[in-house]
């Protein structure tokens, strides 16, 4: 707990292991997934409730695991009945009264509350203050307010633009079972929904408005490229709208790669440090096509994207 809290979730991901002293530094040797705090089965009931299946849930916190039925002959199973009494059982729905809708008891059972504007949707846990998610929802507004100016110097416009979802995480553990980002990430978008780390997280870091941005770029760029732009493309693009550039001038790459080895790579990242240096070198490739065909020659390359 005091590692994951000081370090980061992501650092140790097991609570199976020794350590020992070598020198000022201390050394972790150990395997497996799980905090042996509740964090995985807290992580295995966001799984569910975003539709993963069993065999899925299994896999991240058992890995190697299968699962399979055990035969049995008839005469054992009946031999297994004779050894229970029969249960009765009767549904407790005075837990949640008639008059409240499904959705009102699913709100009521998990402590989430909802805010909404004109084009965008915020579901935040109630440790969460409104006045917290009315600054998300003005920096999102900002944020496409600034789009579509960008879009419209470009000549391009965004053709039937869905209201987008925004899930904000009560926990990392939960950030990290929902999306399969590491804990390091501010937050993941696939088509019309957003998810975020805990809002304090963020504003700890220092990243909460670029990280709304960038993410709301990643929204705007999805639809105009029809999902279909290059990883580096759009990682470049996002942090050149978002503002993060000065950012990356600490993070360049230690050797050149061509933009189809940044591609490659970014689709499986084998470190935190690298996932950094490949976002640079996306802002590296991008800023230099903004600098050889402007942003409008920029944004009409995702939306021609090819198929």
Not at 87 to 99: E, G, K, Q, T
Not at 257 to 266: A, C, S, V
Not at 277 to 297: C, H
Request: proline letters at 5%; aromatic letters at 8%.
């Amino acid at each position: 707990l005091i590692v994951g809290r000081s370090l980061g979730w992501n650092m140790l991901k097991s609570s199976r292991f020794t350590i020992t002293r070598a020198g000022t530094n201390y050394v972790f040797r150990g395997g497996g997934f799980g905090h042996g705090l509740g964090l995985c089965q807290e992580g295995a009931h966001v799984m569910a409730e975003r539709g993963s299946h069993y065999r899925q849930i299994v896999v991240k916190y058992f890995p190697g695991t299968s699962i399979a039925n055990q035969p049995t002959t008839q005469a054992e199973r009946a031999g297994l009945s004779d050894s229970f009494p029969p249960l009765s059982i009767r549904p407790i729905s005075y837990l949640v009264p008639a008059s409240f809708n499904s959705s009102a008891a699913r709100l009521m059972q998990t402590g989430r509350l909802s805010l909404s504007s004109e084009h965008f949707r915020v579901s935040y846990p109630s440790s969460t203050t409104r006045r917290e998610v009315e600054t998300v929802i003005r920096i999102l507004e900002a944020a496409r307010a600034d789009m579509e100016r960008r879009l419209t110097i470009a000549g391009l416009a965004l053709a039937g633009e869905p209201s987008l979802n925004i899930f904000i995480h009560e926990t990392t553990p939960d950030f990290i079972a929902a999306t399969g980002q590491p804990g390091w990430a501010a937050g993941a978008s696939r088509g019309s929904r957003m998810e975020l780390q805990p809002l304090a997280l963020l504003r700890r870091r220092g990243v909460l408005p670029t990280a709304l941005r960038h993410e709301y770029a990643h929204f705007v760029i999805e639809l105009l490229g029809r999902g279909r732009t290059s990883r580096w493309l759009a990682e470049g693009l996002a942090i050149y709208v978002a503002g993060e550039g000065a950012m990356m001038a600490r993070l360049q790459p230690k050797s050149k790669w061509t933009r189809d080895e940044i591609e490659r790579k970014l689709a499986r990242p084998a470190s935190a440090e690298e996932m950094r240096a490949l976002y640079a070198a996306s802002y590296n490739e991008v800023r230099a096509l903004v600098r050889a065909e402007g942003e409008k020659g920029v944004w009409h390359r995702v939306a021609q994207s090819p198929n």
